[in-house]
């Protein structure tokens, strides 16, 4: 009677152990059907564990738009890459550029490389900043936490690659070819232009094209540009000395290739449309070209080492992308 008893209280409390275990079983599994079916689905990518949202995205493409459109103008969103649209292109070179500063900023973490209370507060102004630029410039809502998070992050690449690149000294008997090779390829580039110019913004109020070329058609190199300086969207710069990116890559070209007394067709630039009167070309002293060289020169040596010791990093980042959403930005 006695071993019957122990018997019946042993499956007793096997029965609770099961009934428990299949409890908490149903739990577990309704609590992940939960958050399976509860996913935020509306990412663009998926880097690691971190979720991108579409405002996110949107600032690097937003930074791809201007960078493509300084070198080949508004017109460039009208060619193809290999068969590839540009907007296209611009997205991919988005998305990689996410890649590549998420594996930096996760790397900075085990560097032990991270920002300043000071730093952080420079990144909250330059984030109001940014917000409102984006705002005026491109029409986009972008959220004060997604502008804050994007230039912190952009502050602790750059101080990354200071890390990596900090200790870089110049072989003179390497730059001296690599300055050889530039003045052979850049003879045309090396002199001081002094030059007018007029702006005419892109704006509602007018056409600015047609405006631009009907004030090109009645000017000649006697014009004084400061007649046009009252009218509304118009700029008018004079006795300006032309340095490296004052103006879109594609203009500057366009701008070294015009002579001395001359004006130049109507040029259009991302945000509006200029004309340039060239004034004088000086020769420009070999030292201070080489100066400028030597600076270019120290910026290729450096990225080439940052591309290297980053490679690794970026290798080890696992990616999903949002195809849906992806193709509809």
């Not at 996913?39 to 201007?66: A, G, H, P």
């Not at 998420?102 to 330059?126: D, F, H, Q």
């Not at 002293?285 to 080439?304: F, G």
Request: charged share 30%.
């Amino acid at each position: 009677m006695k071993k019957y008893r122990k018997s019946k209280k042993y499956y007793r409390y096997r029965n609770y152990i099961l009934i428990f275990s299949l409890i908490l079983f149903i739990c577990m599994g309704s609590i992940y059907l939960f958050k399976y079916l509860n996913k935020d689905t509306n990412y663009v990518l998926k880097i690691n564990n971190e979720y991108i949202c579409k405002e996110e995205f949107l600032l690097y493409l937003n930074q791809q738009q201007r960078i493509f459109e300084e070198i080949g103008g508004v017109d460039i969103w009208y060619t193809d890459f290999d068969g590839i649209p540009a907007k296209d292109v611009a997205k991919n070179n988005a998305v990689n550029s996410i890649i590549f500063l998420k594996a930096v900023v996760y790397e900075a973490e085990k560097l032990g490389i991270s920002l300043t209370k000071e730093e952080i507060e420079i990144c909250k102004e330059e984030a109001l900043t940014l917000q409102e630029n984006v705002k005026i410039e491109h029409n986009l809502d972008i959220s004060l936490d997604i502008c804050e998070k994007f230039q912190k992050e952009k502050m602790i690449e750059e101080k990354v690659y200071e890390y990596i690149t900090g200790t870089f000294v110049v072989d003179e008997n390497d730059f001296q070819k690599y300055f050889e090779n530039y003045m052979e390829k850049n003879n045309y580039q090396i002199n001081k232009i002094n030059l007018d110019y007029i702006f005419i913004k892109s704006n509602d109020t007018f056409d600015a094209k047609q405006k631009a070329n009907t004030i090109a058609k009645d000017i000649t190199i006697n014009t004084d540009f400061n007649n046009f300086k009252e009218e509304l969207f118009i700029e008018v710069h004079k006795n300006v000395d032309l340095e490296n990116d004052m103006f879109e890559k594609n203009i500057e070209d366009k701008i070294y290739q015009l002579s001395e007394n001359s004006i130049s067709n109507v040029i259009e630039g991302r945000d509006g449309f200029y004309i340039f009167k060239i004034n004088k070309i000086l020769k420009q002293n070999i030292k201070d070209i080489e100066d400028n060289v030597r600076e270019e020169y120290i910026s290729a040596k450096k990225a080439e080492i940052y591309s290297v010791q980053t490679k690794n990093w970026v290798n080890k980042i696992k990616v999903e992308k949002n195809s849906e959403i992806l193709s509809n930005i």
